[in-house]
């Protein structure tokens, strides 16, 4: 039992003795006491003020007198007004952190047969253009809120939709056939996807430079996009890709293959993955069906052109396409079919999409329709919404070209830790191999800490100068903190000094151990909190003072020159187990945790 559990229940039996009345659980309430005031532990009086019909302080006071004569876990009180602080004996945090030591999944929930199934959609690629940073934050998003869940005891699938047909295809594909010459990744000496995202730009060049013709010809801009050659090409494209031209398949066929082999090397490096994919080239026709279905049954209306619209005017919302008036889909039919595949394949209790907040109103949408055609889920569907990611410089536009691509990144980030390392000589004696998976853990890591610590719902901008800092609120002063650590567990084995299983109550602890005790045993509740909230943020700038907290401690106290052989056991296992939970927790957020710095 914990501390507040079992000071919950004294405290309960002390109503209950000085009132004759027992409380309710919700009117016992216990928080962390402040910095400014004794105590490690503060009960808020107010709500038990109907049972004791007594004023804050005398409550306040009553209880505290019978806890102290009761509870042994509670050496002293003070009472503040309505509120009454509790200082809990150094025996009963050595006694919690010897229970934390032996509980192997601190912190974690395993899944049983009765767990609610979540199915977690993240990813989400066009097959137009390599990953890139927006991608980034989605996918450390994604797979961390699917660690975060699998830790709160529910069964968890990862899953990723491709988008891969459409008509930002499609121009990628036109612009191949007309400037591309036969070229392929192994002729161009590129990755994969990025040589298709470089098609992509060129259409957009030489649709811009058509557009401005045009203008230069007296159009208007709207005028223009109309009459643009290009851009009808492409739709053409697409039309005969639904219709099964064999060319057109053909060419998609080669070019998608080309990018989902760049795909999977930036989700191997990134460190993410999934157990379900699904594709909307397959999902898509079953969207036709159920929008098909719903215009039957009078769900949808037709227009004179034979676009399909669904009127949400009744829900305070606008029209929204299911079908061009060519019979081509849009987004929201391909999602409609995803939706379907994934419940007939997936007992799924929970269906999360992981996506940008500027896709918030297609959401609303997508649950409404699911619901109108009358799929219980439908009303369900969760969509955690973040903000976008950008640069100091600004937003990044794919067709432009100027986005940060994934690989990039990460390979500078790779990069900017091993040249630290360098200038610090921290690499001098390593071998190289080593030196470089050190400077893999950390880029990587700083990586996805500088992003998982804002709150997800929130716009960030991404410095990379910054992340990789081993000073301040940053992945790689957290690493550095559980090397070290790491290494004072491996030179008190070198010198022979035992951790024993279980650590001796009979010690007279500081203020500072003490309150490194309550703060490992915060990471459960920090842990339900985060997956109630859907806020990787929560894991780790609860890391992030856990580590402060142990730097401090290391500062002012010795370990392995402490002569007192009991007390040194006892910081070392404390030490050990601040390690165990900062690993824990980075595993929550993808990151790896070196040993040696």
């Not at 390599?130 to 996918?139: I, Y």
């Not at 529910?154 to 988008?163: A, D, G, L, R, S």
């Not at 203008?215 to 219709?243: N, P, T, V």
Request: proline share 3%; aromatic share 10%.
């Amino acid at each position: 039992m914990s501390i507040i559990s079992s000071l919950e229940h004294s405290v309960n039996q002390a109503v209950k003795a000085l009132y004759g009345v027992e409380p309710a659980a919700e009117q016992i309430q216990l928080q962390k006491t402040k910095k400014e005031f004794n105590g490690h532990l503060t009960l808020v009086t107010f709500p038990l003020l109907k049972i004791s019909r007594k004023s804050p302080e005398q409550t306040a006071t009553e209880i505290g007198e019978y806890l102290k004569e009761h509870d042994s876990a509670v050496c002293s009180t003070e009472v503040v007004k309505g509120f009454l602080n509790l200082t809990i004996a150094a025996a009963s945090w050595i006694e919690l952190l010897n229970e934390i030591r032996t509980d192997e999944n601190f912190g974690h929930r395993s899944a049983t047969d009765s767990s609610p199934l979540v199915m977690i959609e993240y990813s989400s690629p066009n097959t137009n253009k390599p990953l890139h940073l927006g991608h980034v934050r989605n996918n450390l998003l994604g797979y961390s809120l699917a660690e975060i869940l699998k830790a709160n005891g529910n069964k968890v699938v990862k899953t990723n939709i491709v988008n891969d047909r459409g008509i930002h295809i499609c121009k990628s594909m036109l612009a191949w056939q007309k400037w591309g010459e036969g070229i392929t990744p192994e002729k161009a000496g590129k990755k994969d996807d990025h040589l298709i995202g470089d098609f992509y730009v060129l259409f957009d060049k030489h649709y811009k430079a058509e557009i401005a013709e045009l203008m230069q010809q007296g159009k208007s801009k709207e005028e223009a996009e109309a009459a643009s050659l290009l851009m009808m090409e492409a739709r053409e494209m697409l039309r005969k890709w639904e219709q099964g031209d064999d060319e057109t398949v053909a060419l998609w066929r080669t070019m998608n293959d080309w990018v989902y082999k760049g795909f999977d090397e930036t989700y191997k490096k990134m460190g993410v993955d999934f157990d379900k994919i699904y594709y909307e080239s397959e999902t898509y026709l079953v969207g036709k069906e159920e929008v098909l279905r719903g215009l039957d049954a009078g769900l949808f209306v037709k227009d004179d052109d034979g676009s399909v619209w669904a009127d949400l005017t009744d829900e305070g919302l606008d029209r929204k396409i299911l079908l061009r008036a060519d019979g081509t889909s849009v987004y929201m039919t391909q999602d409609i079919g995803t939706a379907k595949m994934r419940f007939l394949d997936y007992p799924i209790d929970k269906m999360v999409y992981v996506v940008g907040n500027e896709q918030n109103y297609h959401f609303q949408v997508l649950s409404i329709l699911l619901d109108r055609l009358g799929f219980e889920f439908g009303k369900g569907l969760a969509h955690f919404s973040y903000g976008m990611v950008e640069l100091p410089e600004g937003k990044m536009k794919s067709r432009e070209g100027t986005v940060v691509d994934a690989d990039d990144l990460m390979d500078e980030m790779i990069k900017t830790a091993a040249d630290i390392a360098q200038e610090m000589g921290k690499a001098k004696e390593m071998p190289a191999e080593e030196a470089y998976e050190i400077a893999r853990k950390v880029g990587l890591g700083s990586l996805k800490y500088f992003i998982l610590k804002v709150d997800p719902r929130k716009n960030m901008t991404f410095n990379p100068r910054e992340s990789i800092d081993f000073n301040g609120n940053t992945g790689s002063f957290i690493q550095y903190t559980y090397a070290r650590i790491c290494s004072v567990i491996r030179r008190a084995g070198e010198s022979g000094m035992d951790i024993p299983a279980t650590i001796t109550t009979d010690l007279k602890l500081s203020e500072k151990e003490e309150g490194l005790i309550q703060k490992i045993s915060e990471y459960a509740d920090v842990v339900k909190e985060a997956g109630y909230t859907y806020s990787p943020a929560l894991i780790a700038n609860y890391v992030y003072d856990l580590v402060k907290e142990y730097n401090q401690f290391y500062h002012d106290f010795s370990i392995l020159r402490e002569e007192n052989d009991q007390l040194r056991s006892f910081r070392l296992a404390l030490s050990q187990t601040v390690a165990s939970v900062i690993r824990r927790a980075m595993s929550l957020l993808g990151i790896e945790m070196p040993e040696r710095m």
